[in-house]
């Protein structure tokens, strides 16, 4: 396999001019009133440079010397928070801005999909503007015309061919503009959260859309505040954060990164989980070999921390969800055989045997639960995604691969008994 | 599989000149394609279409005649007055709409500018090629009043495509320094209606350039549209009007000027349009 995309410590830098929030750009007067304003100023204290200048305009790195390599047929996820620098990467790699310093290797015909409907015109016939979305997107009128009657399929909108996109409901208008852009034939697609269009059985059109384009070799880069989509079509990840690169990777390492950074900086932190009854002090995970590593041959235990502030008529049961990075709960386990507490402090642990879980980013949810003895039931606190652990594969003999290291589907990987033998009849 | 190996390239800090020629040539599909989509767009929605282009100069044409020929009696150099009047209205109206389109194109494909990659002097250049169509409109319409006053053409008719060139390079250099400028600048919005009706008064379409005094013809010629219209002019009357060499070559020197300024101006800013748009 050889590179598609090779990125040198790229940097963007752009200039942020504090006094002009309003607007992008500038008018002549404003121009002529601040080098007014600079010659007075150097009349009035000709050897002090002007402070209003200074403080005026402040640089701010959108992307601060960035280093990757995607492979071809990659795909890869973009994520980081808002203003990590996802947008200003993709521009730059669709070569709409040009970066401030740092190069930038492309192998392969590139087409980037930053918005749907791109340049569409609402004077303009739906043919028309297929025709016009196409030429803008980078494909050629023969093209087009080739892929016409599919496009039309795709969007479903045959009967307003020859009316104004202007009188389109806003699902068509999309539906059209989406079904052009899936169109294209490029070696490396960029796209930008474009998917989270139209209703439910469009999208999930648009999803098999997209993987059926992956899945023909393609390169493709993909940015979306939606992990579970993500996950799905992306094997890769590269995490940004604050213009920096945090980390590249498998996807679900790469969303793990994603979650424990947010779980850092959302309001999470110092807030309480409790109730009347009960408060959470915090969890534990026991076993981790690295950071948030374990190994797929190796238990895990996990430990809730709780106290109980006063005696409760029910039961107080800690139970623990399980869940994949893209947000499918694995499974939920409940302690078993307990029985009335009295207040105080208590330590919850379970054991997660080695080979549950398969290679991957999991979640835990620590919660506690009150079984009152009329059957009904209370949750005292439930902290969704507490914990955080990534299971890797050491790809030694116990890991049962017989040289293969790619990648093992499924959420879990039991090891299962076995047993073949010669069948004699 | 065997095509890619023809679009490998770098991206790099302050060097995107390499390839940019080259794409410009890549992408003329999108200049066909936007330049249709500027006159389609342009006669949608109104009632009576094309029309427009023939009505909007026939009408300045009767109200010049009116005012300069029948009021004011300005010298017509012995052509019918609407013929005199029309053959300068047609380069006049052809710059100044070109040149009008030119200036505000970039603002108005914003959406473009900062979605996709594509070399941004395509924009300009095609919305250029709607005042073209109206040239050719109204360049029939002076073929019917030729026809209607009897009055044919020589052979001075085959160097109007040499005009018409200069007086698109005209449009087009200036249209893509000022395109430039609107992005960061929107004061432009404002300088380029005037500039065009100013633009009327001191270009020779209602008088003849022979009425400005000879001590500062030279000046007057500075005007790269003053060639033009006299070329036009010279091209429709076969030869009985005023025109000589010295204003063409001064108008070839002064359009050169302003398309290299024009081009240079615009690729050094190109690269922030996207940044500041």
């Not at chain 1, 309480?272 to 690295?290: H, K, T």
């Not at chain 1, 009329?374 to 995604?385: A, I, M, T, Y």
């Not at chain 2, 001191?202 to 219209?229: D, T």
């Amino acid at each position: 396999m050889s590179v598609a995309i090779k990125v040198e410590s790229l940097s963007k830098k752009y200039i942020i001019q504090h006094e002009k929030k309003s607007a992008h750009y500038e008018t002549l007067s404003d121009s002529f009133i601040q080098s007014g304003k600079k010659f007075i100023n150097g009349i009035s204290h000709p050897f002090s440079r002007s402070k209003s200048e200074e403080q005026a305009q402040e640089e701010f790195w959108a992307l601060k010397d960035i280093n990757f390599e995607i492979m071809q047929g990659d795909k890869v996820g973009i994520i980081g928070r808002n203003g990590a620098g996802k947008s200003t990467l993709l521009k730059i790699l669709s070569r709409i801005t040009d970066p401030t310093s740092g190069k930038i290797h492309i192998n392969g015909r590139i087409a980037s999909l930053l918005e749907v409907g791109t340049g569409f015109h609402p004077e303009l016939t739906g043919r028309e503007n297929i025709y016009l979305n196409g030429a803008i997107l980078g494909m050629g009128r023969k093209e087009i015309k080739a892929k016409f009657d599919e496009i039309v399929d795709f969007a479903e909108v045959e009967k307003f061919l020859d009316t104004p996109v202007k009188r389109y409901s806003s699902g068509m208008y999309v539906r059209l503009a989406f079904a052009v852009a899936a169109h294209l034939d490029p070696e490396i697609l960029i796209v930008d959260e474009v998917l989270a269009v139209g209703d439910m059985q469009f999208q999930k059109k648009c999803l098999g859309k997209m993987e059926e384009v992956s899945n023909q070799g393609r390169t493709v880069l993909f940015v979306s505040h939606n992990m579970a989509m993500i996950s799905n079509l992306c094997k890769k990840g590269v995490m940004l954060n604050a213009g920096q690169l945090e980390f590249q990777g498998q996807i679900s390492e790469a969303i793990l990164h994603y979650y424990q950074q947010q779980n850092e900086q959302s309001a999470r932190v110092g807030k309480l989980f409790e109730s009347d009854n009960a408060v959470l002090i915090r969890g534990e995970l026991i076993g981790l070999s690295a950071a948030s590593d374990i190994s797929i041959h190796d238990e895990l235990i996990v430990r809730m921390l709780y106290k109980i502030k006063k005696s409760i008529a029910g039961k107080c049961v800690p139970n623990f969800h399980f869940s994949t990075s893209s947000g499918t709960t694995v499974f939920v386990s409940s302690a078993e055989g307990v029985t009335k507490m009295s207040p105080g402090q208590y330590v919850a642990d379970c054991k997660i045997p080695g080979h549950l879980l398969n290679e991957g980013a999991y979640f835990v949810g620590l919660a506690l639960t009150t079984y009152l003895d009329s059957g009904s039931f209370e949750v005292e606190f439930f902290d969704q995604n507490a914990l955080t652990f990534n299971v890797i594969d050491p790809m030694d003999e116990r890991s049962n691969r017989y040289g293969y290291a790619g990648i093992v589907p499924g959420v879990v990987r039991p090891k299962l008994v076995w047993n073949i033998h010669q069948d004699i009849k | 599989m065997t095509k890619q190996h023809q679009f490998q390239f770098t991206i790099e800090a302050g060097k995107s000149e390499r390839h940019y020629w080259m794409d410009l040539w890549r992408y003329r599909e999108l200049f066909y394609i936007l330049a249709w989509r500027d006159v389609a767009v342009r006669y949608k929605q109104t009632v009576i279409g094309l029309l427009w282009a023939i009505i909007r100069p026939l009408l300045t044409m009767v109200i010049f005649v009116i005012v300069f020929g029948k009021i004011a009696k300005l010298p017509s150099e012995g052509v019918p007055y609407p013929i005199y009047v029309f053959s300068a209205m047609l380069p006049w109206t052809f710059f100044s709409s070109a040149f009008a389109d030119a200036s505000n194109s970039l603002i108005s494909n914003a959406n473009l500018i900062s979605k996709v990659y594509f070399p941004r002097l395509i924009i300009p250049a095609a919305s250029v090629m709607v005042a073209m169509v109206d040239f050719i409109i109204s360049f029939v319409i002076l073929l019917i009043l030729m026809a209607w006053y009897q009055y044919w053409p020589s052979w001075n008719l085959l160097a109007l495509p040499l005009f018409l060139i200069l007086g698109f390079f005209a449009a087009l250099g200036s249209g893509l320094f000022v395109a430039s400028l609107n992005v960061k600048y929107r004061d432009f919005r404002y300088v380029v209606p005037f500039i065009v009706q100013l633009g009327l008064y001191i270009s020779p379409v209602g008088f003849s350039s022979s009425v400005v005094p000879e001590q500062y013809q030279s000046f007057y010629y500075l005007n790269p549209m003053v060639a033009v219209i006299d070329g036009f002019r010279w091209v429709i009357s076969g030869g009985s009007t005023a025109f000589n060499s010295t204003e063409l070559n001064i108008s070839v020197i002064v359009v050169s000027i302003i398309c290299v300024i024009g081009v240079l101006q615009f690729r050094r800013m190109e690269k922030t349009f996207a940044d500041v748009i």
